[in-house]
Each structure stands twice: as C-alpha cells, then as structure tokens.
C-alpha cells in the first residue's frame, strides 16, 4: 500500500466510521463484479456514508489523492457503470449508497415523497403504498435496485408508455459534487423554472456528474385491480399494431411486452412452469391493465375486439395467476444471465422499424456468432428490444458491435434504458453528434474538472 493510500484510508475512516471502510477482498467481492459478471476491477476499499455530509467528506478525500470514485446503489446495473475498471489508470474506491435509506413521510398533498438515495425500489414501493400512491416506474431487479441508481440511468421499464422513464418522476434532488460541495433542492412544488433544472441533469449521468443522495418523487394514484393477458400472435409487427392501437383503446394500459418463443422455452427450461399455449407461436404480447375498478372485462373485450390477429390468449387477474404470467417475461433476464456470461444489448428503434429490426438482428447475430443463442425481448410501446447473446467469449465484442451498428444504420439508439456505462463508451459518438458529445464533455469539465466521478463511463477516459 503506498502512503497516499494509507492517509486516504484513513481520511475515510474519519469520515464514516471504520466499520464502514471494506478493505478485506472477501468483503468488497460484491461490489467488484456486476450483475452480468462480464464486468469486474478492483477498488482500494468499499465505502458505506450514511448522510449526505459523509459522502462530502469521502469526496473531499478521494478528491485530495486523485483516486476515483464509483458510486454503486444496487449494483444490478447492465452496462458495467457500478463497478471498478478493470484497466484503471488510478486507484478506485467504490461510494455504497446502501446505507442512505431514509424513507420521509408521503406529502399527501403534493403526492410526492423524499427519500435516500439507497433506498430500492421495493421500499419505496411499500412505503408509499398505504398513503394510496404508486410509483411511476416499475422493473425486475425492485428488491435490489435503488432508487438513486435509477435516477443516475434514468431507468425506464414496464410503466413508461404510461408514466415515463424515471427522470419524468424527479421533482427535487440532493447530491454531492465532485468538489465536495452539496447541491440540495428537495422543494415539494411541481413548478420551479429558477434556471437549470439539475435533477434532470443528473438523471441518466451514470455517476459522472454527482453523488445523488436523496431524491424528491412524484407519485401516481394507486390502481389495485389488476389484470393480465398473454396473446400470441403473428409477429412483431402485429405486436407493434395492436399494442400501438391499445394506447388509445384500452385506457387502463399499463404494459405491453414482447418476447419470443425462444426466450418463453428458455424460461421455462430454467425456471420450470407450464407453456401458456400447446403450439409454439412468431410473437408473445404481455398486456397489463390497471384501474381502481376490475379491470379484466374491459382488457377481455379489447382483446375479442383485435380479431384474428389474436392466435391464442391467456388472461388472468388473480395474483398467482398474473405473476405466472409476468414470470414468462421477467424471468428472461435470471434464465439468460444462467446460461453464462450475457452480450446484453438495449436498443430502440423507431416503431415502424422495430419489426424489420427484428429480423435484421437475428441475422446479424448470426453472421457475426454462428452458434450464438440469441434472446429478443422488451418494452413494445417504447420500441425498445433487449438483445441477449450467450456464446461469445465477454471480451469478444464482436456481435455488441454487430447489433450497435444495424441498430444506428436503423436510425434507433444503442441506449435505450440501462445506459452507456463503458460497455457502449466507444459508440456514444457514434449515436451522438459531434456538437452533442462536445456539450456533454463540457458540462462534464465544468462539474468535475479532476475526472474524478466514474471515470471511463459514458466517455472513455
Ligand atoms: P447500480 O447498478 O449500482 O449503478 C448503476 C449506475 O448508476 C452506475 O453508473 C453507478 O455509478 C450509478 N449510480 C448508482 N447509484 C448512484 C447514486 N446514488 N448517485 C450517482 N450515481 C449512481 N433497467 C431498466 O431501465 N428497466 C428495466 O426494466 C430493468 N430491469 C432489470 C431487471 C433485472 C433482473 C436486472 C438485474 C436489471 C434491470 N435493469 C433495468 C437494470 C438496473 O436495474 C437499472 O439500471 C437500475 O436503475 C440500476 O439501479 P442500481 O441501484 O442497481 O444502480
Ligand atoms: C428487462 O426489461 O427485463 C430489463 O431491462 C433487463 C434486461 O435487459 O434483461
Ligand atoms: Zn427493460
């Protein structure tokens, strides 16, 4: 250990306490590997602030010795974003943010809440439940993913076509700067157009910008009665139609999402279950409908409406029922990350290309990895497809810059939820114009002039 590492390990002791400073390799394992295992480095100590003013100081610390800061909430990111560098130019200490879980009172009459950034979705959930709230934004990892982890992706998931991404619940923000010093505007007002708007700056930033600490929430009314329908159908393009038709026709939409027959064996294979239908079908289509009222009559005509498109469906609107069927979809991403280490690409196209990105990708996929198994799956509505590849070594980037180029020649984008982390660095200019990348480092140099805040994410270093 150098000296300079000796009196930064010190520093932080100071700042959170000894207990909260993981040197041990067996302790700081978890939060050295991602959720894929394809990404993996080693960080001087794993650090546990518990308020927003020892996160300060951990920042101050690290700042004094030039060593880098990995802000990790969950660790359940897809793009590499949460964990040390494998190749760092300098030493890396991972921010926890575990321990900031404050969960304040439900404002009942703005609906909105504050809470730590560590605090998961799942918490937030419970929490905001019996003040008769949802929260806008839902996904797969809600037990393990925090919610400042989800505003430093702007994490989208099953509910945007009806509440939108993440950054689209985010009234108010507190969050450490690179200097040390804490931005906080925690306002419970709606409307505030005193300059820029830092909580959607900070959403999506991926830990380069700042430490976020706390968050002010918007919340939705809570819609108990639920139900759910697995259709199959024809193929994408009849999944693109009805589901677009859907958003207008059956109000209480709350999700539609697509997989494939590949995908549903998989699951099944994996996780056990029954197949929903006696023959394989092109095409599944999840739809979730939500109200205060029963909403399965209502979400059961829209289907008898879709006609023959409609090959085979399923409804169910008792719990196990719907989860059954929500695993077929959910269980994609455990089923695939089982069979080994993931190429896990999230893509959107405009919707009138998502079909012909569909079978443009299988084949491209299959050019670039012969004996690849290739997994498509996602969020219809927002044209977004999540590509798993299982076959190709981690470090053979091969088939990642397959799918990236199909889908920029496509006129989509290679992020459409999980963002670019360093697994897409080597892309953003390509995505980006050259006068919105320079915008975007700029406002990086001005925040955190040192490089000190996740550095080689979004940008290589
Ligand atoms: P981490 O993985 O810890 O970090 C992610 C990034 O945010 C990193 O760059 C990190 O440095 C930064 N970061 C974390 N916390 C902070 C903070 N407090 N301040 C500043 N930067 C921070 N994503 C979707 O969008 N939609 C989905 O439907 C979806 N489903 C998923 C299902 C499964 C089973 C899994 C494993 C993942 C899924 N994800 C999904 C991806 C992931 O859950 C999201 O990206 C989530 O927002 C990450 O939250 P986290 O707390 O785990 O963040
Ligand atoms: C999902 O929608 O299931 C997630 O974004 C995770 C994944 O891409 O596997
Ligand atoms: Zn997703």
Same mark, same amino acid.
Request: charged share 20%.
């Given at each position: 250990?150098?000296?300079?590492?000796?009196?930064?390990?010190?520093?932080?002791?100071?700042?959170?306490?000894?207990?909260?400073?993981?040197?041990?390799?067996?302790?700081?394992?978890?939060?050295?590997?991602?959720?894929?295992?394809?990404?993996?480095?080693?960080?001087?100590?794993?650090?546990?602030?518990?308020?927003?003013?020892?996160?300060?100081?951990?920042?101050?610390?690290?700042?004094?010795?030039?060593?880098?800061?990995?802000?990790?909430?969950?660790?359940?990111?897809?793009?590499?974003?949460?964990?040390?560098?494998?190749?760092?130019?300098?030493?890396?200490?991972?921010?926890?943010? @575990? *321990? +900031?879980?404050? #969960?304040? %009172?439900?404002?009942?009459? /703005?609906?909105?809440?504050?809470? =730590?950034?560590? $605090?998961?979705?799942?918490?937030?959930?419970?929490?905001?439940?019996?003040?008769?709230?949802?929260?806008?934004?839902?996904?797969?990892?809600?037990?393990?993913?925090?919610?400042?982890?989800?505003?430093?992706?702007?994490?989208?998931?099953?509910?945007?076509?009806?509440?939108?991404?993440?950054?689209?619940?985010?009234?108010?923000?507190?969050?450490?700067?690179?200097?040390?010093?804490?931005?906080?505007?925690?306002?419970?007002?709606?409307?505030?157009?005193?300059?820029?708007?830092?909580?959607?700056?900070?959403?999506?930033?991926?830990?380069?910008?700042?430490?976020?600490?706390?968050?002010? @929430? *918007? +919340?939705?009314? #809570?819609? %108990?009665?639920?139900?759910? /329908?697995?259709?199959?159908?024809? =193929?994408?393009? $009849?999944?693109?139609?009805?589901?677009?038709?859907?958003?207008?026709?059956?109000?209480?939409?709350?999700?539609?999402?697509?997989?494939?027959?590949?995908?549903?064996?998989?699951?099944?294979?994996?996780?056990?279950?029954?197949?929903?239908?006696?023959?394989?079908?092109?095409?599944?289509?999840?739809?979730?409908?939500?109200?205060?009222?029963?909403?399965?009559?209502?979400?059961?005509?829209?289907?008898?409406?879709?006609?023959?498109?409609?090959?085979?469906?399923?409804?169910?609107?008792?719990?196990?029922?719907?989860?059954?069927?929500?695993?077929?979809?959910?269980?994609?991403?455990?089923?695939?990350?089982?069979?080994?280490?993931?190429?896990?690409?999230?893509? /959107?196209?405009?919707?009138?290309?998502?079909?012909?990105?569909?079978?443009?990708?299988?084949?491209?996929?299959?050019?670039?990895?012969?004996?690849?198994?290739?997994?498509?799956?996602?969020?219809?509505?927002?044209?977004?497809?999540?590509?798993?590849?299982?076959?190709?070594?981690?470090?053979?980037?091969?088939?990642?810059?397959?799918?990236?180029?199909?889908?920029?020649?496509?006129?989509?984008?290679?992020?459409?939820?999980?963002?670019?982390?360093?697994?897409?660095?080597?892309?953003?200019?390509?995505?980006?114009?050259?006068?919105?990348?320079?915008?975007?480092?700029?406002?990086?140099?001005?925040?955190?002039?040192?490089?000190?805040?996740?550095?080689?994410?979004?940008?290589?270093?």
């Amino acid at each position: 250990m150098t000296p300079d590492s000796a009196t930064l390990l010190d520093s932080l002791r100071s700042a959170v306490g000894s207990d909260h400073v993981l040197t041990d390799a067996d302790l700081r394992a978890s939060y050295e590997t991602d959720w894929s295992r394809r990404w993996h480095g080693e960080a001087l100590a794993v650090v546990r602030p518990a308020s927003a003013d020892e996160v300060a100081a951990v920042v101050r610390a690290c700042a004094a010795t030039g060593v880098a800061i990995i802000p990790q909430g969950g660790n359940t990111g897809l793009v590499g974003g949460s964990v040390p560098r494998t190749h760092a130019t300098r030493p890396q200490v991972v921010v926890s943010t @575990l *321990r +900031l879980r404050e #969960l304040e %009172p439900v404002d009942l009459l /703005a609906g909105e809440v504050t809470v =730590g950034a560590g $605090a998961t979705l799942g918490m937030l959930q419970a929490h905001v439940r019996p003040a008769g709230f949802g929260f806008g934004v839902d996904l797969g990892a809600r037990d393990s993913a925090t919610v400042g982890g989800m505003v430093a992706t702007n994490a989208g998931g099953i509910h945007v076509l009806r509440y939108g991404p993440m950054r689209m619940q985010l009234v108010g923000i507190e969050a450490v700067l690179a200097d040390g010093s804490i931005v906080r505007r925690l306002p419970g007002m709606l409307k505030d157009n005193t300059g820029y708007h830092l909580p959607s700056l900070l959403a999506g930033s991926e830990g380069t910008l700042a430490i976020i600490t706390r968050v002010r @929430l *918007r +919340l939705v009314p #809570l819609l %108990p009665r639920r139900a759910v /329908a697995l259709l199959a159908l024809d =193929g994408t393009a $009849a999944a693109v139609t009805l589901a677009g038709a859907l958003r207008s026709s059956l109000p209480s939409l709350a999700a539609a999402e697509l997989f494939f027959d590949e995908g549903l064996a998989l699951v099944l294979r994996r996780g056990g279950g029954e197949r929903p239908f006696r023959e394989e079908h092109p095409a599944y289509l999840l739809l979730e409908v939500e109200s205060r009222v029963d909403p399965t009559d209502e979400l059961a005509a829209a289907i008898d409406a879709a006609g023959e498109v409609v090959r085979d469906a399923v409804l169910a609107s008792d719990g196990p029922g719907r989860e059954r069927l929500w695993h077929l979809r959910e269980g994609h991403t455990e089923a695939i990350n089982a069979e080994g280490v993931p190429h896990k690409l999230d893509v /959107a196209l405009p919707l009138g290309r998502l079909a012909g990105f569909v079978d443009r990708v299988r084949a491209a996929v299959k050019e670039a990895a012969p004996s690849a198994a290739c997994y498509l799956y996602g969020h219809v509505c927002d044209g977004n497809l999540h590509i798993g590849v299982i076959g190709p070594p981690a470090e053979d980037e091969g088939v990642d810059a397959a799918i990236l180029r199909l889908t920029i020649e496509m006129g989509g984008t290679i992020s459409a939820e999980h963002g670019i982390g360093v697994a897409k660095v080597d892309w953003l200019e390509a995505d980006r114009s050259g006068a919105d990348v320079a915008a975007m480092r700029a406002i990086k140099r001005a925040l955190d002039p040192a490089g000190l805040l996740n550095p080689g994410v979004i940008f290589r270093e």
